[in-house]
């Protein structure tokens, strides 16, 4: 949305190779590989310091599946810890879901859709 203001429009922009799937819980319709600025900042600085093949991707994917890479970025440590936070204040509360877990986005992205159509 940004990108298409008339005084951003002419600013490049870059994506990312492989965008991490978003572990933030904000909502949008832009589809996958949208990711937060703090999430898009720590992955461009990860592939700068060190691009992945396709290769490279599929060894990782498939050796270090249960190995959360957000646990270890310095550029995500308040972001991990507000996560844990909001994720044990959840689970103290009987919660059965997370907001930033998947269901939890898509049902307020369909609200957020709902209010916009009426408007």
């Given amino acids: 949305v940004l ?4 005084r951003l429009a002419h600013l490049r922009s870059v994506r990312l190779g492989s965008p991490p799937p978003s572990r933030f819980w904000r909502y949008h319709s832009e589809g996958t590989g949208c990711v937060s600025t703090v999430e898009a900042l720590a992955a461009l600085a990860k592939e700068v310091a060190c691009p992945m093949t396709a ?3 599929a060894i990782e994917d498939s050796v270090l599946p249960a190995i959360d890479p ?5 550029l995500l440590f308040f972001f991990v810890r507000q996560f844990a936070y909001i994720s044990e204040r959840q689970r ?3 919660a ?7 269901a939890a986005k ?12 009426s408007k």
Wanted: glycine share 6%.
């Fill in 70 to 74: 957000l646990l270890g970025d310095p």
């Fill in 106 to 117: 898509l049902r307020r992205c369909e609200q957020v859709r709902q209010k916009e159509r």
């Fill in 96 to 102: 059965s879901e997370r907001p930033m877990d998947a």
């Fill in 55 to 57: 290769i490279d991707h």
């Fill in 92 to 94: 103290s509360a009987g």
């Fill in 3 to 6: 990108r298409k203001h008339p």
